[in-house]
């Protein structure tokens, strides 16, 4: 017996198809706002008119040539630092450690100077991945560096 195509089969394929279609987006949309930590500037335009300096501040702190070194040792934070001509002894450090998709208040960060270039944070840092920003200065300049400690 040969079946015969309807309008109920149309209706029934199309009720699929949109509504693969919309479940999908709202799967999307719902991950999408939770895992989203916010904006990365308030004003785009405002922020546009900073961005010449922030290259030349950039590019003078490579000019620095200083790296930063980040680990943890237990529940602490552990910083080595060097620059061109070794450890950087004189510096001064101060740290904001955010989680990478801001699920956590952020966590403010200071430091103890160990010597040789090595510094240890003041404070715990929880488990699980953070990335810590740091701001180092001395009397030669200041470095602006961002560190991905893994979970």
């Known amino acids: 017996m040969k079946r015969t195509f309807t309008g109920r089969h149309m209706l029934a394929i199309c ?18 706002s939770r895992t989203f930590g916010g904006t990365v500037v308030d004003n785009s335009y405002v922020a546009s008119q900073h961005f010449n300096r922030w290259l030349d501040e950039a590019e003078a702190e490579r000019d620095l040539g200083w790296k930063a070194v980040a680990q943890r040792s237990g529940d602490r934070l552990l910083l080595t630092l060097a620059g ?42 929880p488990a699980g991945r953070w ?17 991905d400690l893994p979970a």
Do not use: C, K, W, Y
């Open 15 to 32: 009720i699929a198809f949109f509504g693969t279609i919309v479940t999908v987006n709202l799967v999307m949309a719902v991950q999408a």
């Open 84 to 125: 061109p001509h070794g450890p950087l002894a004189d510096a001064r450090v101060a740290a904001v450690a955010q989680h990478p998709l801001g699920l956590q208040e952020d966590i403010p960060l200071r430091f103890e100077a160990l010597g040789g270039g090595r510094f240890r944070s003041a404070g715990a840092l």
């Open 131 to 147: 990335r810590v920003r740091l701001d180092i200065r001395n009397e030669n300049g200041r470095v602006r560096l961002i560190e």
